[in-house]
């Protein structure tokens, strides 16, 4: 079973960056593919960034070009940075992990497995 912990979230201002990071515990990381979520009151949860146990990487058209989602096997992390933050990225964010992914789910939320309890991002304007 796999324990994913996120840290890494905060209180920001237009313009800032933040890191996110991933931890994983109980299982093989390099054999998960990691995707990162975001949930803001009221709105449904959306697809932000992934990266497969292929290194491959897919974003949402909304963080692409400002976030960057990638991994380190050895520490079993993933990490998400945010850069260009504006308030719209004000948001919980969850990292989630799967060993059964494809280009074609990897976006998709129902397809992960194993949920972190989330960070919370505040950005302010």
């Known amino acids: 079973q796999v324990h994913l912990a996120e840290s890494g979230g905060g209180l920001g201002q237009a313009g800032d960056s933040l890191r996110l990071s991933c931890l994983a515990s109980g299982g093989t990381f390099s054999r998960y593919s990691v995707g990162w979520f975001r949930q803001s009151p009221g709105k449904e949860r959306e697809f932000v960034a992934a990266i497969g146990y292929n290194r491959a990487t897919f974003y949402a058209d909304s963080v692409k070009g400002r976030f960057t989602v990638s991994r380190d096997n050895v520490k079993n992390t993933a990490y998400l940075q945010m850069n260009s933050l504006n308030s719209e990225d004000t948001a919980v964010y969850y990292c989630?992990?799967?060993?059964?992914?494809?280009?074609?789910?990897?976006?998709?939320?129902?397809?992960?497995?194993?949920w972190g309890q989330g960070t919370q991002v505040t950005v302010s304007s």
């Open positions: 989630a992990a799967d060993s059964s992914l494809f280009q074609s789910n990897i976006r998709d939320g129902h397809a992960y497995d194993h």
